[in-house]
């Protein structure tokens, strides 16, 4: 049996799909040497009609004295697991980053910002399959962005997802390398809870190979998707990966056996 050259074409996969979001990865920087902040979330955990949070903190030199009529920038971070299949000793998290605001401190040093939602911002569906369901929130005080020193502070909470189901059939369980797999299924979630229609739906069939084959449901959340066999597929899975982060995709294992010398 031949090893494919996957490796590659997956990571170019997985960077063209990165440039279509702005994403950061976490400061890893200490606090200033001179500041702290503090940050809290008014909710530790959000749900599918409560998206919003009030965020609430504190900025003091170290001594503890406040520090008055100074700007603070808040940032927000949905949080995805990372396709991961080689066991590289990376980041195992990817971050959708936006700014959510600047806000002054009062004569105590304490900030406020309300009704901050805890949510994508992005209309588009995110280029990572894989959420984790958290979203985290960063308070950062920088007096000189070019010293890479700043005093900051992060809160995460958790977002309770809605749970999706998927029904699926195959057209044969035994396959040969050329032969076509063809799944049809249906995606499903309760009603009230957005549109089914457009939501994505992936086979997978090779542990490189989660972005190959894809399509997306019709209204009714059915969807039909094909893969062409090669020698080395081995792992045969179908997964979905609804838009809305407050909707939890579903995925099914296949008993699909390739059997090509």
Excluded: C
């Excluded at 040497?33 to 009609?49: E, F, G, I, N, Q």
């Excluded at 806000?103 to 399959?129: H, I, N």
């Excluded at 984790?132 to 909470?157: G, K, N």
Aim: proline share 8%; aromatic share 10%; charged share 25%.
């Amino acid at each position: 049996m031949r090893l494919p050259a996957a490796r590659p074409t997956a990571v170019a996969a997985l960077a063209l799909a990165a440039t279509a979001v702005v994403v950061a990865p976490p400061a890893h920087a200490a606090d200033g040497d001179d500041y702290r902040v503090t940050l809290t979330s008014s909710t530790a955990t959000t749900d599918y009609k409560n998206r919003t949070v009030d965020l609430t903190g504190t900025l003091t030199r170290t001594d503890g004295t406040p520090v008055a009529g100074a700007p603070v920038q808040l940032e927000e971070s949905v949080l995805y697991n990372t396709w991961n299949p080689w066991g590289d000793p990376i980041d195992p998290t990817e971050w959708e980053t936006r700014g959510v605001g600047t806000v002054r401190t009062d004569a105590e040093g304490r900030f406020t910002l309300e009704d901050v939602p805890a949510d994508r911002a992005d209309d588009r569906p995110s280029p990572y399959l894989f959420p984790r369901h958290q979203v985290m929130f960063r308070a950062v005080y920088d007096t000189d962005p070019t010293d890479f020193h700043m005093a900051f502070a992060d809160t995460t909470v958790k977002v309770q997802p809605v749970t999706s189901a998927l029904t699926y059939r195959v057209n044969k369980t035994t396959v040969r390398e050329g032969d076509t797999l063809v799944v049809k299924g249906r995606v499903v979630w309760p009603a009230g809870h957005g549109p089914i229609a457009g939501t994505r739906v992936f086979l997978r069939t090779y542990f490189e190979s989660a972005y190959n084959a894809q399509t997306t449901t019709d209204a009714r959340g059915n969807f039909t998707v094909r893969a062409r066999i090669r020698d080395y597929d081995n792992e045969f899975a179908v997964f979905s990966a609804p838009k809305d982060y407050y909707i939890a995709g579903a995925s099914k294992n296949l008993p699909v056996k390739n059997v090509t010398p």
